[in-house]
T-cell receptor
Framework: SQQGEEDPQALSIQEGENATMNCSYK?????LQWYRQNSGRGLVHLIL?????REKHSGRLRVTLDTSKKSSSLLITASRAADTASYFC??????????FGAGTTVTVRA | EPEVTQTPSHQVTQMGQEVILRCVPI?????FYWYRQILGQKVEFLVS????????KSEIFDDQFSVERPDGSNFTLKIRSTKLEDSAMYFC????????????FGPGTRLTVT
């Protein structure tokens, strides 16, 4: 089944540094979405990139998509303590369901 | 900003009991979803719902599960006879019609089956 898999599993960085995490998936997609989840809380939608897009920006977030490699990356620039969370990619084969990866846990040290 | 809401935030029930988890999707959204996340595991798709019927369901969504939109605002997930392995965080999500694919998630209901 379609699944995104994030890499690395965990990331620890200093405040102000950039954080990069990657997502790989298996088959063709309509779009790929990134979500953030603070510990024990709900999923917050960050950004969606469509299969015909290569790069997208939203504030301090930059997402790339390489459909030939079936991979995506999420870059958080100038990280803050509030960015500490788990980040998930979710792939959408059709309109009706998302397949989530296991996530990257990001810890931003003050 | 409009958001998806879910009640209750935490539900404790005994094995074999029925539970109903409630969600109020964003008002102009037409697609509704349930996902679950067992502690420490991935978020898993359960079911999608559009135009008062199930669009797609996963293998997890067996006969013990059902969904309903009883009125114009609520979207419910019923588990008829809960099992210990149903313990998880259940998330409701909603999205606009085709052409806009972002799914917006509620804060979740933590279901604990004892």
């Amino acid at each position: 089944s379609q699944q995104g898999e994030e890499d690395p599993q965990a990331l620890s960085i200093q405040e102000g540094e950039n954080a990069t995490m990657n997502c790989s998936y298996k088959t063709s997609i309509n779009n790929l979405q990134w979500y953030r989840q603070n510990s024990g809380r709900g999923l917050v939608h960050l950004i969606l990139i469509r299969s015909n897009e290569r790069e997208k920006h939203s504030g301090r977030l930059r997402v790339t998509l390489d459909t030939s490699k079936k991979s995506s990356s999420l870059l958080i620039t100038a990280s803050r303590a509030a960015d500490t969370a788990s980040y998930f990619c979710a792939t959408d084969e059709r309109d009706y369901k998302l397949s989530f990866g296991a996530g990257t846990t990001v810890t931003v040290r003050a | 900003e409009p958001e998806v809401t879910q009640t209750p935030s935490h539900q404790v029930t005994q094995m074999g009991q029925e539970v109903i988890l409630r969600c109020v999707p964003i008002s102009n959204h037409l697609y509704f979803y349930w996902y679950r996340q067992i502690l420490g595991q991935k978020v898993e798709f359960l079911v999608s719902f559009y135009n008062n019927e199930i669009s797609e369901k996963s293998e997890i969504f067996d006969d013990q599960f059902s969904v309903e939109r009883p009125d114009g605002s609520n979207f419910t997930l019923k588990i008829r006879s809960t099992k210990l392995e149903d313990s998880a965080m259940y998330f409701c999500a909603s999205s606009l019609p085709r052409g806009s694919y972002e799914q917006y998630f509620g804060p979740g209901t933590r279901l604990t089956v004892t």
